[in-house]
């Protein structure tokens, strides 16, 4: 598996300069709100995905008053070898991402290669708000698993944006037009197969862990939705041409897919309570690490931020005795109460470490 030796952050939020070692197993930092436990989990994150996973632009990840921010992470790799990764950004929109000193000819190549999982209370967005953000949420675990899908989806987004300028200026160009439609079907095709048989496999496994998670005997599910199940995207964009000019962008394909959670038949986000919500959105996630693990045939890393906000602490309990077992791998905790984290974890393994965190500062507390 991939395990995060050490880690060093510079101007990364409100993080100046910190290298900090962690333990290959359970990893619990704790600490007041805004004192830096969620950025150090994001630095994480990034160093895997290559963005934020809270912050759409990287001006929001600068330090204040400064201009860039590095990271980098000394990791153990399947295999037994040792690599690090790195990664710069400024504000004039550079990045550049490099192993072992080595830059990537293209930094979406790196997707993938550390796979990750994330449990947060941001989280509540999947249910909450469009299916923009679900697609989001299926694209970051398709493509971490399937180079394929993640260059198809790069490529369908590129065309689709130049299809809509098109629009946009009012001048048809048919030929051009019908060139852009046949490259968006040939790429949507298999993205529409692959989230479709994503979905199929995710179901049954976050109803397992909804059980396990909740005690409660709702049904919940996954239901994918797409323009695709009715034709090809070459017919659906066809019939969708006079629409697609009068509203000046494209109306239909695969950036329209949703995928409804439900629970007993109807969308939780309408019938499910809050404490139910968040224990499907845990399970969701975790049924997410399973199917990485299956394809990689190791466990990703997993970060678990504010898990207490979630569920109750006898849940917590017993989802961190579930995932303390030999089929996880790296883990990386956080909470406000080290207290109350310290007597769960202590109860589970002896292979931990403890940190607290003020101003950005982290300190190892493992005595």
């Not at 030796?5 to 100046?16: A, G, P, S």
């Not at 999947?126 to 260059?151: I, T």
């Not at 996954?222 to 019939?239: F, P």
Request: aromatic share 10%; glycine share 8%.
């Amino acid at each position: 598996m991939a395990s995060l030796r050490k880690i060093v952050v510079q101007d990364f939020r409100n993080i100046e300069l910190q290298e900090i070692g962690f333990s290959s197993n359970i990893n619990c930092i704790s600490g007041g709100n805004g004192e830096g436990k969620t950025n150090l989990l994001d630095a994480i994150w990034y160093l895997s995905m290559t963005k934020s996973a809270f912050s759409a632009s990287d001006r929001y990840n600068f330090r204040h008053g400064c201009s860039s921010f590095a990271l980098s992470g000394t990791y153990d790799m399947p295999g037994g070898s040792v690599s690090r990764f790195s990664i710069k950004a400024d504000e004039g929109g550079e990045k550049k991402m490099k192993r072992d000193d080595k830059p990537y000819d293209r930094i979406s190549s790196h997707i993938g290669v550390l796979p990750i999982v994330m449990v947060s209370p941001a989280d509540i967005t999947l249910v909450s708000e469009s299916g923009d953000e679900r697609r989001k949420f299926v694209n970051s675990v398709l493509s971490q698993m399937d180079a394929e899908y993640l260059a198809a989806v790069i490529q369908y987004n590129r065309l689709l944006l130049q299809r809509n300028k098109l629009l946009k200026a009012g001048i048809i160009d048919e030929d051009l037009l019908l060139t852009f439609d046949e490259r968006l079907t040939a790429l949507a095709a298999p993205v529409f197969q692959k989230r479709s048989a994503f979905a199929a496999e995710l179901a049954p496994t976050v109803q397992k862990y909804y059980k396990e998670i909740s005690g409660g005997h709702e049904s919940v599910g996954i239901e994918y939705r797409s323009d695709l199940q009715k034709a090809a995207l070459s017919e659906i964009l066809k019939e969708h041409r006079e629409k697609d000019r009068i509203f000046k962008f494209t109306t239909a394909g695969i950036q329209r897919d949703d995928f409804v959670f439900t629970m007993d038949g109807h969308p939780i986000r309408k019938c499910g309570s809050q404490g139910q919500q968040k224990s499907f959105l845990v399970a969701l996630k975790f049924a997410q690490y399973d199917i990485m693990k299956t394809a990689y045939g190791f466990p990703p890393i997993l970060l678990l931020d504010d898990l207490f906000d979630k569920l109750d602490m006898s849940r917590v309990a017993n989802l961190l005795s579930m995932v303390a077992g030999s089929s996880f791998g790296q883990i990386f905790l956080t909470d406000s109460n080290k207290v109350r984290i310290r007597g769960i974890v202590d109860a589970i393994t002896t292979d931990r470490a403890y940190f607290e965190t003020a101003g950005g500062v982290f300190t190892r507390i493992d005595e």
